[in-house]
Nanobody, 125 residues
Framework: QVQLVESGGGSVPSGGSLRLSCVYSVYPASVNTMAWFRQAPGKEREGVAVISTVVETTMYADSVKGRFTISQDNAKKTMYLQMNNLQPEDTAMYYC??????????????????WGQGTQVTVSS
């Protein structure tokens, strides 16, 4: 079974920061790649950041590059998304996702077969 649970969302003013967490449990499979996606009302789900769990490789969407940082603490079985200089355009439901089969580094929804329930991020002007 694979379980992903996000937390850390909230409401912040423009320019503020939040840190999202995704606690994961995997058995008997192991997580090879994890990612953060987001979806605003009426919009398609889009990739935000991805990290390999076996190599030090990350990738970010252009819209968040330089502002967001993805990281992982395997001992705590937790993935993080540090979000700085948040803007109203970042307002969305943020989802944790995992690939348990391959070490694939991309931001395509179809790549990830397991998803958390989401945590809401709201940025005011």
């Amino acid at each position: 079974q694979v379980q992903l649970v996000e937390s850390g969302g909230g409401s912040v003013p423009s320019g503020g920061s939040l840190r999202l967490s995704c606690v994961y449990s995997v058995y008997p499979a192991s997580v090879n790649t994890m990612a953060w996606f987001r979806q605003a009302p009426g919009k398609e789900r889009e990739g935000v950041a991805v990290i390999s769990t076996v190599v030090e490789t990350t990738m970010y969407a252009d819209s968040v590059k330089g502002r967001f940082t993805i990281s992982q603490d395997n001992a705590k079985k937790t993935m993080y998304l540090q979000m700085n200089n948040l803007q109203p355009e970042d307002t969305a439901m943020y989802y944790c996702a995992a690939n348990v089969h391959y070490n694939v580094i991309n931001l395509e929804v179809a790549t990830f077969g397991y998803w958390g329930q989401g945590t809401q991020v709201t940025v005011s002007s």
